[in-house]
Protein backbone atom coordinates (compact mmCIF):
# COMPACT_ATOMS: atom_id res chain seq x y z
CA UNK A 1 0.00 0.00 0.00
CA UNK A 2 2.56 2.46 1.17
CA UNK A 3 4.44 1.47 -2.27
CA UNK A 4 1.38 2.11 -4.33
CA UNK A 5 0.86 5.73 -2.61
CA UNK A 6 4.47 6.71 -3.02
CA UNK A 7 4.51 5.87 -6.71
CA UNK A 8 1.23 8.15 -6.85
CA UNK A 9 2.40 10.59 -5.24
CA UNK A 10 5.38 10.14 -8.07
CA UNK A 11 3.56 10.30 -10.94
CA UNK A 12 1.52 13.28 -10.00
CA UNK A 13 5.27 15.03 -9.44
CA UNK A 14 6.34 14.04 -12.34
CA UNK A 15 2.79 15.10 -14.44
CA UNK A 16 3.48 18.28 -12.77
CA UNK A 17 7.23 18.75 -13.52
CA UNK A 18 6.29 17.77 -16.88
CA UNK A 19 3.82 20.51 -17.35
CA UNK A 20 5.40 23.23 -15.77
CA UNK A 21 8.73 22.44 -18.02
CA UNK A 22 6.68 22.84 -21.11
CA UNK A 23 8.59 25.35 -23.30
CA UNK A 24 7.47 29.08 -22.78
CA UNK A 25 8.34 31.14 -26.21
CA UNK A 26 11.44 33.14 -24.27
CA UNK A 27 12.99 35.44 -26.08
CA UNK A 28 16.90 36.60 -25.89
CA UNK A 29 17.20 40.33 -25.42
CA UNK A 30 19.93 42.67 -26.68
CA UNK A 31 20.94 46.82 -25.33
CA UNK A 32 22.97 48.19 -28.14
CA UNK A 33 25.11 51.15 -27.93
CA UNK A 34 26.57 52.30 -30.75
CA UNK A 35 28.79 55.34 -31.59
CA UNK A 36 29.00 56.05 -35.28
CA UNK A 37 31.68 58.44 -37.35
CA UNK A 38 30.57 58.69 -40.66
CA UNK A 39 32.99 59.78 -43.46
CA UNK A 40 30.90 60.63 -46.05
CA UNK A 41 32.93 61.67 -48.90
CA UNK A 42 34.16 57.90 -48.45
CA UNK A 43 30.85 56.79 -47.78
CA UNK A 44 32.71 54.93 -45.31
CA UNK A 45 32.28 55.04 -41.15
CA UNK A 46 34.07 53.97 -37.74
CA UNK A 47 31.51 52.41 -35.40
CA UNK A 48 32.30 51.61 -31.75
CA UNK A 49 29.07 49.02 -30.60
CA UNK A 50 28.64 47.87 -26.63
CA UNK A 51 26.48 45.37 -26.59
CA UNK A 52 24.68 43.80 -23.57
CA UNK A 53 23.13 40.61 -24.91
CA UNK A 54 20.99 38.74 -22.24
CA UNK A 55 20.61 34.66 -22.73
CA UNK A 56 17.01 33.85 -21.46
CA UNK A 57 17.19 30.41 -23.32
CA UNK A 58 17.52 27.24 -20.87
CA UNK A 59 20.72 26.55 -23.04
CA UNK A 60 24.18 27.16 -22.27
CA UNK A 61 25.90 28.94 -25.28
CA UNK A 62 29.44 28.59 -26.33
CA UNK A 63 29.63 30.86 -29.57
CA UNK A 64 27.33 33.33 -31.51
CA UNK A 65 27.07 35.01 -34.79
CA UNK A 66 26.46 38.27 -35.86
CA UNK A 67 25.18 39.43 -39.46
CA UNK A 68 27.56 41.29 -41.66
CA UNK A 69 25.47 42.26 -44.25
CA UNK A 70 27.47 44.41 -45.99
CA UNK A 71 29.69 41.98 -47.18
CA UNK A 72 27.30 40.75 -49.82
CA UNK A 73 27.86 43.66 -51.45
CA UNK A 74 31.00 42.34 -53.30
CA UNK A 75 31.82 40.58 -56.91
CA UNK A 76 31.36 36.70 -55.96
CA UNK A 77 29.40 37.12 -52.99
CA UNK A 78 26.35 34.38 -52.73
CA UNK A 79 24.12 37.18 -53.65
CA UNK A 80 25.90 38.10 -56.99
CA UNK A 81 26.69 34.49 -57.91
CA UNK A 82 22.78 33.15 -56.93
CA UNK A 83 21.31 36.88 -58.84
CA UNK A 84 23.77 35.90 -61.90
CA UNK A 85 22.08 31.78 -61.99
CA UNK A 86 18.89 33.11 -61.12
CA UNK A 87 16.19 32.04 -64.18
CA UNK A 88 14.14 35.57 -62.87
CA UNK A 89 16.69 37.79 -60.99
CA UNK A 90 15.40 40.43 -59.16
CA UNK A 91 15.49 43.73 -61.10
CA UNK A 92 17.21 45.34 -58.88
CA UNK A 93 20.19 43.28 -58.53
CA UNK A 94 20.75 41.15 -61.93
CA UNK A 95 24.50 41.37 -62.42
CA UNK A 96 24.76 44.72 -60.50
CA UNK A 97 26.98 43.57 -57.57
CA UNK A 98 29.53 41.42 -60.23
CA UNK A 99 30.56 45.01 -61.68
CA UNK A 100 30.95 47.15 -58.04
CA UNK A 101 34.54 48.86 -58.03
CA UNK A 102 36.52 48.31 -54.87
CA UNK A 103 35.03 51.71 -53.66
CA UNK A 104 31.49 51.26 -54.73
CA UNK A 105 31.66 47.65 -52.49
CA UNK A 106 30.28 46.96 -49.46
CA UNK A 107 32.08 45.89 -46.30
CA UNK A 108 32.50 45.33 -42.07
CA UNK A 109 35.47 44.83 -41.32
CA UNK A 110 36.23 43.82 -37.46
CA UNK A 111 39.17 45.19 -35.30
CA UNK A 112 38.41 43.98 -32.30
CA UNK A 113 35.55 42.08 -30.20
CA UNK A 114 35.41 41.06 -26.75
CA UNK A 115 33.02 39.37 -24.14
CA UNK A 116 32.98 40.86 -20.61
CA UNK A 117 36.35 41.98 -21.06
CA UNK A 118 38.29 39.33 -22.84
CA UNK A 119 39.18 38.84 -26.45
CA UNK A 120 37.47 36.25 -28.70
CA UNK A 121 38.46 34.44 -31.18
CA UNK A 122 36.43 34.75 -34.92
CA UNK A 123 36.33 34.47 -38.39
CA UNK A 124 34.12 36.57 -40.94
CA UNK A 125 31.97 33.82 -43.33
CA UNK A 126 31.01 36.23 -45.70
CA UNK A 127 27.60 37.83 -44.28
CA UNK A 128 28.43 35.84 -41.24
CA UNK A 129 30.73 36.54 -38.36
CA UNK A 130 31.31 33.34 -36.18
CA UNK A 131 32.65 34.18 -32.49
CA UNK A 132 33.81 31.22 -30.26
CA UNK A 133 33.70 32.66 -27.00
CA UNK A 134 36.01 32.85 -24.03
CA UNK A 135 33.83 31.22 -21.51
CA UNK A 136 30.29 30.15 -22.62
CA UNK A 137 27.03 32.61 -21.53
CA UNK A 138 24.55 30.57 -19.10
CA UNK A 139 21.30 30.42 -18.73
CA UNK A 140 18.93 33.87 -17.72
CA UNK A 141 22.83 35.49 -17.62
CA UNK A 142 23.94 38.69 -19.43
CA UNK A 143 27.59 39.57 -20.58
CA UNK A 144 28.89 42.45 -22.37
CA UNK A 145 30.47 42.25 -26.04
CA UNK A 146 32.50 45.30 -26.89
CA UNK A 147 33.48 45.84 -30.67
CA UNK A 148 35.58 48.14 -32.92
CA UNK A 149 35.00 48.22 -36.34
CA UNK A 150 35.01 49.83 -40.01
CA UNK A 151 32.54 49.53 -42.81
CA UNK A 152 31.77 50.57 -46.20
CA UNK A 153 28.69 51.46 -47.23
CA UNK A 154 27.74 49.86 -50.41
CA UNK A 155 26.21 51.65 -54.13
CA UNK A 156 22.98 51.26 -53.56
CA UNK A 157 21.95 48.45 -55.39
CA UNK A 158 19.18 46.20 -52.80
CA UNK A 159 17.87 48.07 -49.56
CA UNK A 160 20.94 49.60 -48.39
CA UNK A 161 23.12 51.96 -49.78
CA UNK A 162 24.74 55.08 -51.11
CA UNK A 163 23.23 57.04 -54.09
CA UNK A 164 19.58 55.76 -54.57
CA UNK A 165 17.97 55.75 -57.72
CA UNK A 166 16.25 59.48 -56.32
CA UNK A 167 19.72 60.53 -55.37
CA UNK A 168 18.86 60.25 -51.53
CA UNK A 169 22.62 60.13 -50.53
CA UNK A 170 22.49 57.27 -47.45
CA UNK A 171 19.79 54.39 -46.86
CA UNK A 172 21.48 52.74 -44.08
CA UNK A 173 19.78 49.43 -43.57
CA UNK A 174 20.87 46.17 -41.98
CA UNK A 175 24.29 48.49 -41.72
CA UNK A 176 25.51 46.90 -38.85
CA UNK A 177 27.23 43.87 -37.22
CA UNK A 178 23.73 42.73 -35.67
CA UNK A 179 23.81 39.50 -33.39
CA UNK A 180 21.61 36.50 -34.75
CA UNK A 181 18.85 35.40 -33.31
CA UNK A 182 18.53 32.42 -30.71
CA UNK A 183 15.66 30.52 -29.80
CA UNK A 184 13.82 27.44 -29.28
CA UNK A 185 15.22 26.32 -33.17
CA UNK A 186 18.40 27.40 -31.71
CA UNK A 187 20.78 29.73 -34.17
CA UNK A 188 19.60 31.37 -36.88
CA UNK A 189 22.91 32.28 -38.97
CA UNK A 190 21.64 32.62 -42.35
CA UNK A 191 23.71 34.14 -44.66
CA UNK A 192 22.09 37.50 -46.67
CA UNK A 193 21.98 35.85 -50.45
CA UNK A 194 18.35 37.64 -51.13
CA UNK A 195 15.94 38.67 -48.61
CA UNK A 196 14.26 38.67 -45.28
CA UNK A 197 15.41 39.12 -41.47
CA UNK A 198 14.82 37.79 -38.10
CA UNK A 199 16.34 40.39 -34.99
CA UNK A 200 16.29 39.90 -31.63
CA UNK A 201 14.15 42.51 -29.18
CA UNK A 202 15.89 45.13 -27.49
CA UNK A 203 16.71 48.63 -27.20
CA UNK A 204 19.25 50.69 -29.21
CA UNK A 205 20.89 53.91 -28.15
CA UNK A 206 22.81 55.02 -31.76
CA UNK A 207 24.73 58.00 -31.67
CA UNK A 208 25.59 58.95 -35.42
CA UNK A 209 28.21 61.89 -36.25
CA UNK A 210 27.63 63.08 -39.93
CA UNK A 211 29.13 66.02 -42.06
CA UNK A 212 25.91 69.38 -40.98
CA UNK A 213 24.40 69.31 -43.81
CA UNK A 214 22.45 66.39 -44.13
CA UNK A 215 19.06 65.80 -42.18
CA UNK A 216 18.58 62.20 -40.92
CA UNK A 217 15.33 60.38 -40.47
CA UNK A 218 15.03 57.09 -38.81
CA UNK A 219 13.83 54.11 -36.19
CA UNK A 220 13.03 55.45 -32.81
CA UNK A 221 13.18 58.86 -31.22
CA UNK A 222 15.84 61.56 -31.74
CA UNK A 223 16.85 62.74 -28.26
CA UNK A 224 18.31 66.31 -29.21
CA UNK A 225 15.43 67.37 -32.01
CA UNK A 226 15.47 70.58 -30.32
CA UNK A 227 19.17 71.46 -31.63
CA UNK A 228 18.63 70.84 -34.45
CA UNK A 229 14.27 71.99 -35.45
CA UNK A 230 13.30 68.09 -35.37
CA UNK A 231 10.69 69.32 -32.82
CA UNK A 232 6.92 68.61 -34.26
CA UNK A 233 6.59 72.32 -35.76
CA UNK A 234 3.71 71.37 -38.33
CA UNK A 235 5.54 70.86 -41.08
CA UNK A 236 9.10 72.40 -43.00
CA UNK A 237 12.78 71.42 -43.84
CA UNK A 238 14.59 71.14 -40.45
CA UNK A 239 17.23 73.32 -39.43
CA UNK A 240 20.72 72.00 -40.05
CA UNK A 241 23.35 72.30 -36.73
CA UNK A 242 25.00 75.87 -36.38
CA UNK A 243 28.44 74.64 -35.77
CA UNK A 244 31.94 72.93 -36.44
CA UNK A 245 31.76 70.87 -39.57
CA UNK A 246 30.11 67.72 -38.20
CA UNK A 247 27.07 67.32 -35.67
CA UNK A 248 25.91 64.10 -34.18
CA UNK A 249 22.01 62.82 -34.15
CA UNK A 250 21.42 60.57 -31.02
CA UNK A 251 18.52 58.19 -31.53
CA UNK A 252 16.82 55.75 -29.06
CA UNK A 253 14.45 53.27 -30.19
CA UNK A 254 13.08 50.71 -27.78
CA UNK A 255 11.80 46.84 -27.51
CA UNK A 256 12.68 46.82 -31.35
CA UNK A 257 14.93 44.41 -33.29
CA UNK A 258 16.70 46.53 -35.76
CA UNK A 259 17.48 49.91 -36.26
CA UNK A 260 17.55 51.64 -39.75
CA UNK A 261 18.39 55.39 -41.03
CA UNK A 262 18.35 57.45 -44.42
CA UNK A 263 20.44 60.92 -44.64
CA UNK A 264 20.15 63.62 -47.56
CA UNK A 265 21.29 66.92 -47.39
CA UNK A 266 18.20 68.09 -49.37
CA UNK A 267 15.17 66.18 -47.32
CA UNK A 268 12.14 68.29 -46.67
CA UNK A 269 10.60 67.16 -42.94
CA UNK A 270 6.89 67.05 -42.14
CA UNK A 271 5.44 66.15 -38.80
CA UNK A 272 2.39 65.28 -38.47
CA UNK A 273 0.89 64.36 -34.39
CA UNK A 274 -1.78 62.12 -34.08
CA UNK A 275 -4.65 62.36 -31.63
CA UNK A 276 -3.43 59.46 -29.64
CA UNK A 277 0.15 60.76 -29.55
CA UNK A 278 2.11 59.11 -32.38
CA UNK A 279 3.69 61.64 -34.28
CA UNK A 280 4.46 60.81 -37.97
CA UNK A 281 7.95 61.99 -39.29
CA UNK A 282 8.11 62.35 -43.79
CA UNK A 283 11.04 63.14 -44.98
CA UNK A 284 11.37 63.35 -48.62
CA UNK A 285 12.86 65.48 -51.38
CA UNK A 286 10.25 67.49 -52.51
CA UNK A 287 9.84 67.40 -56.08
CA UNK A 288 7.06 66.76 -59.24
CA UNK A 289 7.72 62.96 -58.48
CA UNK A 290 7.02 63.52 -54.65
CA UNK A 291 4.89 66.48 -54.22
CA UNK A 292 1.25 65.49 -54.59
CA UNK A 293 1.09 61.96 -52.76
CA UNK A 294 3.60 62.91 -49.99
CA UNK A 295 2.08 66.01 -49.67
CA UNK A 296 -1.18 64.24 -49.05
CA UNK A 297 0.23 61.45 -47.31
CA UNK A 298 -0.20 62.65 -43.70
CA UNK A 299 -3.88 62.68 -42.82
CA UNK A 300 -4.71 59.63 -45.14
CA UNK A 301 -2.20 57.40 -43.05
CA UNK A 302 -3.48 59.31 -40.04
CA UNK A 303 -6.34 57.43 -41.07
CA UNK A 304 -5.30 54.24 -41.97
CA UNK A 305 -3.68 53.96 -38.75
CA UNK A 306 -6.61 54.54 -36.92
CA UNK A 307 -8.12 51.78 -39.32
CA UNK A 308 -5.41 49.14 -38.24
CA UNK A 309 -5.36 50.14 -34.65
CA UNK A 310 -8.95 49.02 -34.20
CA UNK A 311 -8.98 45.78 -36.26
CA UNK A 312 -5.37 44.42 -36.33
CA UNK A 313 -3.82 45.60 -32.45
CA UNK A 314 -2.40 48.40 -31.28
CA UNK A 315 0.91 50.44 -32.35
CA UNK A 316 2.58 50.92 -29.10
CA UNK A 317 5.48 53.16 -30.08
CA UNK A 318 5.44 57.19 -30.21
CA UNK A 319 6.84 57.96 -33.77
CA UNK A 320 6.84 56.98 -37.10
CA UNK A 321 9.19 57.50 -39.76
CA UNK A 322 8.38 57.58 -44.08
CA UNK A 323 11.76 58.18 -45.17
CA UNK A 324 12.33 58.47 -49.16
CA UNK A 325 15.64 56.42 -49.82
CA UNK A 326 16.14 52.67 -50.66
CA UNK A 327 14.53 51.04 -54.03
CA UNK A 328 11.06 50.54 -53.16
CA UNK A 329 9.86 50.34 -50.58
CA UNK A 330 10.83 48.31 -47.70
CA UNK A 331 10.08 47.71 -43.45
CA UNK A 332 11.85 48.30 -40.92
CA UNK A 333 10.60 49.07 -37.18
CA UNK A 334 9.36 52.34 -36.33
CA UNK A 335 9.90 53.06 -39.91
CA UNK A 336 9.56 52.54 -43.42
CA UNK A 337 11.62 53.25 -46.67
CA UNK A 338 9.89 54.47 -49.84
CA UNK A 339 11.19 55.51 -53.52
CA UNK A 340 10.21 58.87 -54.01
CA UNK A 341 7.22 58.01 -56.55
CA UNK A 342 5.74 55.68 -54.42
CA UNK A 343 2.13 55.29 -54.17
CA UNK A 344 -0.11 55.89 -51.11
CA UNK A 345 -0.78 51.70 -51.37
CA UNK A 346 2.60 51.43 -51.26
CA UNK A 347 2.74 53.58 -48.21
CA UNK A 348 -0.09 51.45 -46.80
CA UNK A 349 1.71 48.39 -47.36
CA UNK A 350 4.89 49.07 -45.44
CA UNK A 351 3.71 50.82 -42.46
CA UNK A 352 1.48 47.58 -42.17
CA UNK A 353 4.64 46.02 -41.68
CA UNK A 354 5.07 47.94 -38.46
CA UNK A 355 2.35 45.08 -36.92
CA UNK A 356 3.39 41.89 -38.63
CA UNK A 357 7.07 42.37 -39.04
CA UNK A 358 8.00 45.35 -36.88
CA UNK A 359 5.68 43.71 -33.52
CA UNK A 360 5.00 40.04 -34.23
CA UNK A 361 8.36 39.85 -35.89
CA UNK A 362 8.05 35.93 -37.67
CA UNK A 363 11.11 34.25 -38.91
CA UNK A 364 11.27 35.74 -42.42
CA UNK A 365 13.02 33.21 -44.03
CA UNK A 366 11.06 30.52 -42.51
CA UNK A 367 7.39 32.16 -42.66
CA UNK A 368 8.15 34.94 -44.80
CA UNK A 369 4.26 34.78 -45.90
CA UNK A 370 3.26 35.13 -41.88
CA UNK A 371 5.14 39.11 -42.55
CA UNK A 372 4.19 39.77 -46.36
CA UNK A 373 0.86 37.45 -47.20
CA UNK A 374 -0.92 39.13 -43.63
CA UNK A 375 0.70 42.58 -44.73
CA UNK A 376 -1.40 42.24 -47.98
CA UNK A 377 -4.66 40.92 -46.75
CA UNK A 378 -4.56 43.77 -43.97
CA UNK A 379 -3.70 46.17 -47.11
CA UNK A 380 -6.47 45.22 -49.13
CA UNK A 381 -8.36 46.26 -46.16
CA UNK A 382 -7.65 49.09 -45.64
CA UNK A 383 -7.46 50.38 -48.90
CA UNK A 384 -11.11 49.31 -49.42
CA UNK A 385 -11.53 51.03 -46.19
CA UNK A 386 -10.00 54.33 -46.99
CA UNK A 387 -12.01 54.29 -50.76
CA UNK A 388 -15.66 53.47 -48.90
CA UNK A 389 -14.69 56.42 -46.74
CA UNK A 390 -13.94 59.04 -49.87
CA UNK A 391 -10.24 58.97 -48.30
CA UNK A 392 -8.46 57.97 -51.22
CA UNK A 393 -9.74 57.65 -54.55
CA UNK A 394 -10.76 54.45 -56.12
CA UNK A 395 -14.39 52.26 -56.30
CA UNK A 396 -14.31 50.15 -53.21
CA UNK A 397 -14.52 46.57 -54.12
CA UNK A 398 -17.19 43.86 -52.35
CA UNK A 399 -14.55 41.18 -52.91
CA UNK A 400 -10.83 43.07 -52.11
CA UNK A 401 -9.08 39.84 -51.93
CA UNK A 402 -10.17 38.19 -55.28
CA UNK A 403 -6.96 39.06 -56.99
CA UNK A 404 -5.26 37.33 -55.07
CA UNK A 405 -7.35 34.34 -55.19
CA UNK A 406 -6.91 34.23 -58.75
CA UNK A 407 -3.04 35.40 -59.41
CA UNK A 408 -3.02 32.34 -57.31
CA UNK A 409 -4.79 29.75 -59.40
CA UNK A 410 -3.22 31.06 -62.79
CA UNK A 411 0.02 30.43 -61.16
CA UNK A 412 -0.72 27.29 -59.51
CA UNK A 413 -2.69 26.25 -63.75
CA UNK A 414 1.07 27.07 -65.06
CA UNK A 415 2.64 24.34 -63.17
CA UNK A 416 4.75 27.27 -60.65
CA UNK A 417 3.44 27.25 -57.53
CA UNK A 418 5.83 25.96 -54.93
CA UNK A 419 4.75 25.44 -51.06
CA UNK A 420 5.22 27.53 -48.17
CA UNK A 421 6.94 26.04 -46.22
CA UNK A 422 9.85 26.90 -48.31
CA UNK A 423 12.95 28.80 -47.10
CA UNK A 424 12.71 32.41 -48.22
CA UNK A 425 16.25 31.73 -49.76
CA UNK A 426 15.62 28.67 -51.28
CA UNK A 427 12.61 29.02 -53.98
CA UNK A 428 13.24 27.76 -57.37
CA UNK A 429 12.65 31.40 -59.06
CA UNK A 430 11.89 34.65 -57.62
CA UNK A 431 8.78 34.27 -59.06
CA UNK A 432 7.40 31.29 -56.79
CA UNK A 433 8.82 33.00 -53.62
CA UNK A 434 6.62 36.14 -54.53
CA UNK A 435 3.43 34.34 -55.33
CA UNK A 436 4.10 32.06 -51.89
CA UNK A 437 5.13 34.61 -49.59
CA UNK A 438 2.58 37.54 -50.96
CA UNK A 439 -0.20 36.25 -52.80
CA UNK A 440 -0.71 32.54 -51.01
CA UNK A 441 -0.09 33.88 -47.93
CA UNK A 442 -2.85 36.73 -48.81
CA UNK A 443 -5.01 34.12 -49.73
CA UNK A 444 -3.98 31.97 -46.63
CA UNK A 445 -6.08 34.24 -44.86
CA UNK A 446 -8.64 35.02 -46.66
CA UNK A 447 -9.87 31.33 -47.00
CA UNK A 448 -9.82 31.36 -43.17
CA UNK A 449 -12.29 33.70 -43.16
CA UNK A 450 -14.11 31.79 -45.52
CA UNK A 451 -14.14 28.73 -43.07
CA UNK A 452 -14.03 30.34 -40.18
CA UNK A 453 -16.79 33.49 -40.73
CA UNK A 454 -15.34 37.16 -41.10
CA UNK A 455 -16.68 38.36 -37.40
CA UNK A 456 -15.03 35.35 -36.13
CA UNK A 457 -12.09 35.84 -37.89
CA UNK A 458 -11.65 39.78 -37.11
CA UNK A 459 -12.17 38.74 -33.99
CA UNK A 460 -9.36 35.86 -34.18
CA UNK A 461 -6.66 38.55 -35.68
CA UNK A 462 -6.97 40.56 -33.25
CA UNK A 463 -6.54 38.01 -30.27
CA UNK A 464 -3.56 37.04 -32.46
CA UNK A 465 -1.43 40.22 -32.43
CA UNK A 466 -1.99 40.87 -28.10
CA UNK A 467 -1.01 37.21 -27.67
CA UNK A 468 2.27 37.17 -29.98
CA UNK A 469 3.69 40.57 -30.22
CA UNK A 470 6.83 40.88 -29.17
CA UNK A 471 7.23 36.59 -29.02
CA UNK A 472 8.07 35.54 -32.81
CA UNK A 473 5.14 33.66 -33.38
CA UNK A 474 5.36 30.55 -35.97
CA UNK A 475 2.56 28.96 -37.86
CA UNK A 476 1.17 26.72 -35.58
CA UNK A 477 1.00 29.77 -32.90
CA UNK A 478 -0.99 30.98 -35.80
CA UNK A 479 -3.44 28.30 -36.38
CA UNK A 480 -3.99 27.84 -32.77
CA UNK A 481 -4.89 31.19 -32.24
CA UNK A 482 -7.76 30.21 -34.96
CA UNK A 483 -8.93 27.26 -33.58
CA UNK A 484 -9.30 28.65 -30.30
CA UNK A 485 -11.60 31.33 -31.54
CA UNK A 486 -13.53 29.69 -34.27
CA UNK A 487 -13.70 26.01 -32.06
CA UNK A 488 -12.86 24.22 -34.69
CA UNK A 489 -9.41 22.06 -35.63
CA UNK A 490 -7.41 24.05 -38.05
CA UNK A 491 -4.36 21.54 -38.58
CA UNK A 492 -5.83 20.11 -41.78
CA UNK A 493 -5.82 23.41 -43.19
CA UNK A 494 -2.22 24.06 -42.30
CA UNK A 495 -1.25 20.91 -43.29
CA UNK A 496 -2.50 21.18 -46.86
CA UNK A 497 -2.34 24.80 -47.30
CA UNK A 498 1.32 25.53 -46.00
CA UNK A 499 2.92 22.06 -46.98
CA UNK A 500 1.49 21.85 -50.07
CA UNK A 501 -0.08 22.74 -53.67
CA UNK A 502 -2.81 20.72 -53.83
CA UNK A 503 -5.92 22.49 -54.96
CA UNK A 504 -9.64 23.13 -54.35
CA UNK A 505 -12.13 22.19 -57.09
CA UNK A 506 -15.47 21.39 -55.82
CA UNK A 507 -18.68 21.40 -58.03
CA UNK A 508 -22.38 20.49 -58.65
CA UNK A 509 -22.76 16.98 -59.86
CA UNK A 510 -26.68 16.81 -59.82
CA UNK A 511 -30.02 18.59 -58.78
CA UNK A 512 -32.93 16.61 -58.88
CA UNK A 513 -36.19 16.05 -57.80
CA UNK A 514 -36.22 13.66 -54.43
CA UNK A 515 -40.33 13.77 -54.77
CA UNK A 516 -43.41 16.13 -54.98
CA UNK A 517 -42.25 18.37 -52.47
CA UNK A 518 -38.18 18.12 -52.56
CA UNK A 519 -35.07 18.61 -53.93
CA UNK A 520 -31.81 16.29 -54.46
CA UNK A 521 -28.57 17.90 -54.56
CA UNK A 522 -25.54 16.35 -54.88
CA UNK A 523 -21.97 17.68 -54.83
CA UNK A 524 -18.98 16.46 -56.00
CA UNK A 525 -14.74 17.09 -54.80
CA UNK A 526 -12.82 16.80 -57.62
CA UNK A 527 -9.57 18.74 -56.26
CA UNK A 528 -7.46 17.20 -53.71
CA UNK A 529 -7.74 19.42 -50.83
CA UNK A 530 -10.98 19.13 -48.74
CA UNK A 531 -12.74 22.17 -47.46
CA UNK A 532 -15.93 23.37 -46.12
CA UNK A 533 -18.82 24.74 -48.04
CA UNK A 534 -21.20 27.41 -48.23
CA UNK A 535 -24.17 26.27 -50.74
CA UNK A 536 -26.71 29.03 -51.22
CA UNK A 537 -30.05 28.41 -52.49
CA UNK A 538 -31.66 31.01 -53.93
CA UNK A 539 -35.60 31.14 -54.39
CA UNK A 540 -38.01 32.31 -57.29
CA UNK A 541 -39.15 34.74 -54.60
CA UNK A 542 -35.67 36.22 -53.98
CA UNK A 543 -35.72 34.56 -50.41
CA UNK A 544 -32.12 32.60 -49.94
CA UNK A 545 -31.15 29.81 -47.86
CA UNK A 546 -27.32 29.37 -47.29
CA UNK A 547 -26.36 25.64 -46.05
CA UNK A 548 -22.68 25.29 -44.39
CA UNK A 549 -21.35 21.74 -44.81
CA UNK A 550 -18.63 21.12 -42.87
CA UNK A 551 -15.67 19.13 -42.41
CA UNK A 552 -15.51 15.71 -40.44
CA UNK A 553 -12.03 16.82 -39.23
CA UNK A 554 -12.84 19.83 -38.16
CA UNK A 555 -14.85 18.82 -35.39
CA UNK A 556 -17.02 21.57 -35.49
CA UNK A 557 -19.05 24.36 -37.84
CA UNK A 558 -18.86 27.80 -38.57
CA UNK A 559 -21.65 30.35 -36.94
CA UNK A 560 -23.91 32.11 -39.24
CA UNK A 561 -23.32 35.03 -37.94
CA UNK A 562 -21.94 37.01 -40.94
CA UNK A 563 -25.07 35.95 -43.32
CA UNK A 564 -27.31 38.09 -41.15
CA UNK A 565 -30.89 38.43 -43.03
CA UNK A 566 -30.58 34.87 -44.62
CA UNK A 567 -32.00 31.57 -43.20
CA UNK A 568 -28.52 29.32 -42.58
CA UNK A 569 -28.48 25.83 -41.61
CA UNK A 570 -25.55 23.69 -40.83
CA UNK A 571 -25.59 19.97 -42.28
CA UNK A 572 -24.05 17.35 -41.50
CA UNK A 573 -20.16 16.53 -41.92
CA UNK A 574 -19.01 15.88 -45.58
CA UNK A 575 -15.92 12.73 -44.30
CA UNK A 576 -13.14 14.09 -46.27
CA UNK A 577 -12.37 11.13 -48.06
CA UNK A 578 -15.97 11.00 -50.15
CA UNK A 579 -15.57 12.16 -53.14
CA UNK A 580 -19.49 13.14 -53.38
CA UNK A 581 -21.92 14.30 -50.72
CA UNK A 582 -25.68 14.57 -51.08
CA UNK A 583 -28.50 16.66 -49.50
CA UNK A 584 -32.43 16.71 -49.51
CA UNK A 585 -33.74 20.40 -49.66
CA UNK A 586 -36.89 20.96 -48.47
CA UNK A 587 -37.86 23.13 -51.31
CA UNK A 588 -39.90 22.54 -54.36
CA UNK A 589 -37.82 21.47 -57.90
CA UNK A 590 -39.47 24.45 -59.69
CA UNK A 591 -39.47 26.86 -56.86
CA UNK A 592 -35.39 27.07 -56.95
CA UNK A 593 -33.99 29.63 -58.97
CA UNK A 594 -30.15 28.97 -57.99
CA UNK A 595 -28.35 26.81 -56.18
CA UNK A 596 -24.23 27.94 -56.03
CA UNK A 597 -21.24 26.67 -53.88
CA UNK A 598 -19.38 29.56 -52.53
CA UNK A 599 -21.47 32.79 -53.49
CA UNK A 600 -18.95 34.84 -51.70
CA UNK A 601 -16.25 33.66 -54.02
CA UNK A 602 -14.01 33.14 -51.20
CA UNK A 603 -13.53 29.85 -51.79
CA UNK A 604 -9.83 29.60 -53.76
CA UNK A 605 -12.08 26.83 -56.06
CA UNK A 606 -9.48 26.62 -59.84
CA UNK A 607 -12.98 26.07 -61.31
CA UNK A 608 -16.07 27.96 -60.56
CA UNK A 609 -17.77 26.99 -64.10
CA UNK A 610 -19.05 23.80 -62.21
CA UNK A 611 -20.40 25.26 -58.70
CA UNK A 612 -23.92 27.12 -59.93
CA UNK A 613 -27.02 25.71 -61.24
CA UNK A 614 -30.10 27.37 -62.74
CA UNK A 615 -30.44 30.94 -63.34
CA UNK A 616 -27.70 33.29 -62.47
CA UNK A 617 -27.46 37.06 -61.85
CA UNK A 618 -29.67 39.00 -64.31
CA UNK A 619 -31.12 36.09 -66.07
CA UNK A 620 -34.92 35.64 -66.48
CA UNK A 621 -36.33 32.51 -64.87
CA UNK A 622 -37.53 29.90 -67.36
CA UNK A 623 -41.12 29.17 -67.34
CA UNK A 624 -42.27 26.27 -65.13
Same mark, same amino acid.
Do not use: C, M
Given at each position: MQHKAFLLVFLTLFVKLTLSAQPDRWQQRVDYHMDIDMD????? =????? #? *??? #?? $????? *?? !??? =?? *??? $?? =????SNMDVRSLNLPDPDGR??? !???????DEYGWHKINSLKMDGKACKYEVNETILEVE???SIKPNSTVTFEMDFNSQVPLQIRRSGWNSADGIEFSMSQWYPKIC?????GWHANPYVAREFY??? +?????? %?? %?? !?????? &?? +? %?LQNGGNIGYGYEPEGTAMRPEKGDKFTWHWKAENVHDFAWTADPDYKHVVYKRKDGLVFHFLYEDNDKTHKTWEAAPAQMDKAFDYVNEHFGQFPYKAYSFLEGGDGGMEYPMATFLAGGAGIGTFIHESLHAWFYGLLGSNESLYAWMDEGFTE??? &???? $?YLKQEGIIGGKPDDSPHLDANNTLIRFNKAGREEPLSIHADHFTTNAAYSVAAYIKGHVLLHELQYIMGKPVFDKAMLTYFNTWKFKHPNANDFIRIMEKESGLELDWFKEYFVYTTKTIDYGIKSVEKANRKETKVVLERIGLMPMPLDVTVTLKDGKKHIYNIPLDIMRGAKKGTEFTGDKYTVLPDWRWTHPTYGFTL????? $? @?? !??? @??ASQRLLDVDRDNNGWGKKAGEKDEED
Open positions: AAKHQ =FKGKQ #T *LKY #TN $NSPDE *LD !RVF =FH *LYF $NA =FQPGVKD !RISKLKPLPKEYDYQGVW +GDFDVN %IT %ID !RKYILG &AS +G %IYAT &AEVE $NDEKYK $N @IS !RIE @ID
